[in-house]
């Protein structure tokens, strides 16, 4: 695409909703002293229905067992395949001046349209 990745909508089949695994901390800039705010996500390689679209994707199956403390990295599995869909979506989706009632920046559209 000449003017940037496409963005796709993704979700699970059975559940529209997916998770996100995280991690926040506030921290102290040792050069400014400003205190600062950071966060990641938790990833794991993207299975093979992700892989054309991105490198890395959220394990979904694990989630219970993640929140409850009972599971380390070994759980850090790409979700199974079938459990999730995806369609191309407008690079509206992306704009900070998009109106936030509108839903057809997640419409389906054909790859690399608006």
Same mark, same amino acid.
């Given at each position: 695409m000449a003017n940037g %990745? &496409?963005?796709?909508?993704? *979700?699970? /089949?059975? &559940?529209? /909703?997916l =998770? /996100? !695994?995280g991690l926040w901390d506030n921290w102290k800039n040792r050069e400014t002293g400003e205190t600062l705010r @950071?966060?990641?996500m938790i990833v794991t390689h993207a299975n093979t229905f992700m892989s054309d679209i991105h490198d890395r994707m959220l394990g979904q199956e694990t989630l219970e067992p993640w929140l409850r403390g009972g599971v380390g990295t070994e759980a850090l599995l790409p979700t199974l395949a079938?459990?999730?869909? !995806?369609?191309?979506? *407008?690079?509206? /989706?992306? *704009? =900070? %001046?998009?109106? %936030?009632?509108d839903q057809t920046?997640? +419409?389906?559209? +054909? @790859?690399?349209g608006a």
């Amino acid at each position: 695409m000449a003017n940037g %990745k &496409q963005p796709f909508f993704i *979700s699970g /089949v059975d &559940q529209p /909703v997916l =998770s /996100v !695994a995280g991690l926040w901390d506030n921290w102290k800039n040792r050069e400014t002293g400003e205190t600062l705010r @950071s966060c990641t996500m938790i990833v794991t390689h993207a299975n093979t229905f992700m892989s054309d679209i991105h490198d890395r994707m959220l394990g979904q199956e694990t989630l219970e067992p993640w929140l409850r403390g009972g599971v380390g990295t070994e759980a850090l599995l790409p979700t199974l395949a079938g459990h999730l869909r !995806a369609w191309p979506v *407008s690079r509206r /989706v992306n *704009s =900070s %001046k998009a109106d %936030k009632d509108d839903q057809t920046p997640i +419409e389906a559209i +054909e @790859s690399g349209g608006a």
